[in-house]
């Protein structure tokens, strides 16, 4: 048994937002239809590393998902949406502010014909406001929220993620405003619409920036690998050449690893006792930490900090990551049979349930591949089939 699976759900939506939110219900149960471009595809699949043309980007964001080829612009696409639309319970759509409308799919007239429908729209910026009509990228929000101003060396640019950080952030929250959404309809009986702005979530896990410069006039800083909050925090480097991230959040854990690193008398300094007051002396406890560790093979430095019970990791890149005890004890990465690349391998499901977990079944398919099948269940006969893939509204 699956959590979800008497749900179906529409991914309308392109790239990585709203189809990562579709992709975290489909991990467990829901039935998801990706509808994309008959000829263009979604642009994801061009994105990132891949095997012989096949992107292994689109293996993971697309598994899960059946997939329909259908040209939305046309007005038998539209047509097809709407049929779809009846017999599901929630549609995933990221076009600008005024697409749906313009196409005769506006959210109330969707809704009239299935009134239990949630209508998820995740866009740049909303649907309202001077921005809501301007195309929205991850890359934007990162730099719109803070983010990017308070991230980098002190002395050096603002800097962006390498990967689709505000993208993966906005799908999390979406996939959580859909659950909130069907179980509103629950007690309601009603569906509703669902609007998203990706410049939102990202501010949430910033913490209470605003609050504090409202309250006091403060603007976030970049600290490089140093925290505003704690201290010490940073990576350092041991005598063999091996990076490790430590952090001190917890008070206990502060004191245990200055105590650890031959540095006991810091623990009776009246700054000591708070996050802030220890970030005031930062270059003394990053002075003591890093000599002590430049001093000791990493292999020591983490056993020692584990017999502390201070916090302590490697900084892993991926090759470390296939290799991990930790990761292979909670199976984050599973090996699932592939239509065109015979197997790959693919990051599990975020969590595990204990009465109804969820599942990868299959990766990312070709373009098109259940668009006959789909357009049955809506009653399309193969004759229609063929004549709408004839005029090119599907594929």
């Known amino acids: 048994m699956t959590s979800l699976a008497d749900l179906r759900v529409i991914d309308a939506a392109t790239l990585f937002a709203g189809p990562s939110a579709a992709m ?5 149960g829901a039935d998801v239809i990706k509808i994309e471009h008959p000829r263009r ?73 299935n009134p239990r429908l949630i209508v998820a ?32 060396q002190p002395d050096g640019p603002p800097t962006l993620p390498p990967l689709a950080l505000a993208d993966g952030i906005a799908g999390l929250a979406m996939s959580y405003a859909i659950m909130v959404a069907l ?46 909050s704690n201290a010490p925090r940073n990576t350092y480097r041991t005598r063999d050449g091996r990076w490790l ?46 000599s002590w560790i430049a001093e000791r093979d990493a292999d020591e430095v983490i056993a020692r900090f584990e017999e502390a019970q201070a916090a302590v990791a490697p900084i892993y890149d991926v090759s470390d990551i296939a290799e991990d005890p930790q990761y292979a004890a909670l199976k984050t990465f599973v090996e699932v049979p592939d239509e065109e690349l015979g197997s790959v391998t693919l990051q599990n499901v975020l969590f595990r349930l204990s009465d109804t977990p969820g599942e990868i079944r299959w990766p990312g398919r070709r373009l098109g591949r259940d668009t006959d099948e789909v357009l049955a269940e809506l009653d399309y ?11 090119g509204v599907i594929a």
Request: hydrophobic share 40%.
């Open 381 to 391: 006969t193969g004759e229609a089939i063929d004549a709408l893939r004839e005029e």
């Open 183 to 228: 179980r509103a309809r629950e007690q309601s009986g009603r569906g509703q619409v669902i609007d998203l702005a990706i410049i939102e979530p990202i501010l949430g896990i910033l913490g209470p920036q605003m609050t504090a410069y409202k309250a006091l006039g403060v603007v976030p800083r970049r600290t490089g690998n140093r925290s505003s």
């Open 41 to 113: 595809g979604d642009p994801s699949r061009g994105h990132g590393a891949s095997v012989d043309g096949v992107g292994l980007w689109w293996k993971t964001l697309a598994r899960n998902k059946r997939t329909a080829a259908v040209d939305l612009s046309r007005a038998e696409g539209q047509e097809i949406l709407r049929r779809l639309a009846e017999r599901s319970d929630v549609l995933i759509e990221n076009f600008r502010p005024g697409t749906l409308e313009r196409w005769n799919l506006a959210p109330e007239d969707l809704l009239e014909l």
């Open 245 to 290: 991230a430590i952090s001190t959040s917890a008070q206990p854990v502060a004191e245990r690893v200055v105590t650890l690193v031959g540095r006991p008398d810091l623990v009776e300094q009246p700054w000591f006792a708070s996050g802030s007051g220890r970030v005031q002396h930062v270059d003394e406890l990053d002075e003591a930490v890093a």
């Open 121 to 152: 729209r995740m866009t740049g910026f909303g649907q309202s406001g001077p921005m809501a009509r301007q195309p929205g990228f991850g890359t934007l929000a990162e730099a719109m929220s803070g983010f990017a101003a308070m991230t980098g």
């Open 24 to 28: 975290m219900l489909g991990d467990f």
